[in-house]
């Protein structure tokens, strides 16, 4: 059975994100890991809105970053992101691509705790809503890979 999601966006760095040398500013390889998230989430069906409207927020709790080269204005960027834990929190790896090259500029993890919005309260699983869009995307890519 397949163990991992993962989704896949492509952009283009654009003036706004660089800094005087044109070159990315480190924050904002952060926010190139949200893009991938988000696409993550849409893939999975359970985005931010579906959250909310499920009564849940998944708060970032860490976050980490791993530099290995820059990126400059108007390169085209591939972001991965891999989707590694999911009963007990929201935990998703980061790959971030000079699209052109293929070379691996930044690497990076995160992690969000599931809060039951309606108690005020974190939980130390995530809700079925989640797991069971998980699960049932594990097993459709796994009927397909036979």
Sequence with gaps: ???TISAEIEFTVEFYDVDSMEIV???NYIKY???ARCAL???IG????AMKDSGWAFPVTGISARYISSLSFQDRVRARAILTEYENCIRIKYE?????TGQLCTKGESTQMAIDMAA???RIVCPAIFTDKVEAL???ADEAAK
């Design 96 to 100: 971030l691509y000079n699209a052109k």
């Design 25 to 27: 500013y480190h924050g």
């Design 138 to 140: 594990l097993r459709q």
């Design 41 to 43: 989430l849409n893939k």
């Design 1 to 3: 059975m397949q163990t």
């Design 33 to 35: 890991f949200e893009k």
């Design 46 to 49: 359970y985005d931010y809105l």
């Design 120 to 122: 005020g309260e974190s």
